[in-house]
């Protein structure tokens, strides 16, 4: 089943030339099925771009989904259009009436301030609350499962002296989870991140376990003990030359910056990328809204608490 999208967003088309099968709100109102709601909180600066990765992914699903993509009302973002905003993007005070049965924050460039240095920190706290009523099942990607994290548990964000900065292989603590059935015993995941969550402060939050790590990464996936909210430190999400995006920019603008790991064929920036992580990733997201979204939200999306 298609992913239902509002009927002129950008990356309809661009979904369709890679064979992903979406359709439009007008065609999908035509059919007699409950679809699973979505919010989806785009804080990334290019919103266009995390659309289009996230929705590639979403709709690798039997399951019909209406998603409503959500902005923080405090933050005018430099580098997508208004009129894009004005067109796709919900204010939160025109949904926090709603009920989800998903929720997705994406990552930001923010992850060097304070949490409270934030400009929509109070907001994005406002949201996280409301979630905790609203949703059924919340995943945080980046710097948003590092806010969630802080926010709902107290666990702290660390600097690192070296941007994480590549394509690492994880391993799961309990590969029997239903977050990762299908998944081989080591599976990729793009990171890029100036800090980090530690293992030995997740550990003294007795709801919260860590199910995935990377011996160069370090804590990649955690989960609250009711598996309602998922956290992950890295981009799977990411699409193949977006590290190699970002490794351009920063050398563009002088800015400290080493080549990606394990991403460039032979280590070579001269060469494409080798896409590791694909896989894992349209699984991932498959399992949760599955097995974490729709056979745990009730058919009554108004009796989620």
């Known amino acids: ?31 007699d099925i409950r679809p699973l709601r979505l919010a989806v909180l785009n ?15 979403l709709s690798n ?4 989904l209406e998603i409503d993509l959500v902005m923080v009302g405090g933050h005018t973002p ?3 259009s208004e009129k894009h905003m004005r067109s796709f993007y919900f204010d939160f005070s025109q949904i926090k009436h709603k009920k989800y049965d998903g929720l997705i924050v994406t990552g930001a460039p923010v992850e060097q301030l304070e949490y409270e240095d934030v400009t929509y920190w109070d907001e994005l706290v ?31 964000k660390h600097p690192l002296n070296q941007k994480m900065f590549g394509v690492f292989h994880h391993t799961a603590s309990d590969p029997l989870l239903p977050i990762f059935r299908g998944f081989d015993d080591e599976f990729h995941v793009p990171h890029s991140r100036h800090t980090e969550i530690r293992k030995e402060d997740v550990a003294k939050v007795p709801d919260l376990d860590v ?13 609250d003990k009711a598996n309602r909210r998922f956290f992950v430190t890295g981009h799977s999400e990411y699409a193949p030359n977006t590290l190699d995006g970002e490794y351009k920019r920063d050398l563009a ?11 460039y064929k032979k280590n070579d920036p001269s060469k494409p990328p080798v896409v590791r992580w694909r896989g894992h990733a349209n699984l991932f997201f498959q399992n949760w809204l599955n097995y ?7 058919y009554d999306i108004e009796n989620i608490r």
């Open 1 to 31: 089943m298609p992913v239902n999208i509002p009927d002129t967003l950008p990356a309809i088309e661009a979904l369709k030339q890679e064979n992903i099968f979406v359709i439009d709100t007008t065609r999908a109102s035509h059919q």
């Open 43 to 57: 804080l990334m600066p290019v919103k266009v771009t995390t659309e289009t990765d996230l929705i590639r992914l």
């Open 61 to 64: 699903t039997p399951l019909q």
């Open 78 to 80: 430099k580098n997508t």
């Open 126 to 156: 406002e949201i996280l609350d409301w979630s905790r009523t609203n949703v059924q099942s919340s995943l945080f990607i980046c710097w948003a499962s590092m806010a969630a994290l802080y926010h709902y548990y107290g666990v702290p």
């Open 211 to 223: 199910i995935a790590e990377s011996e160069e990464a370090g804590v990649y996936m955690v989960k």
């Open 253 to 263: 603008k002088g800015a400290p910056i080493e080549m990606p790991k394990h991403y």
């Open 292 to 298: 974490y979204v729709y056979q745990e939200t009730p």
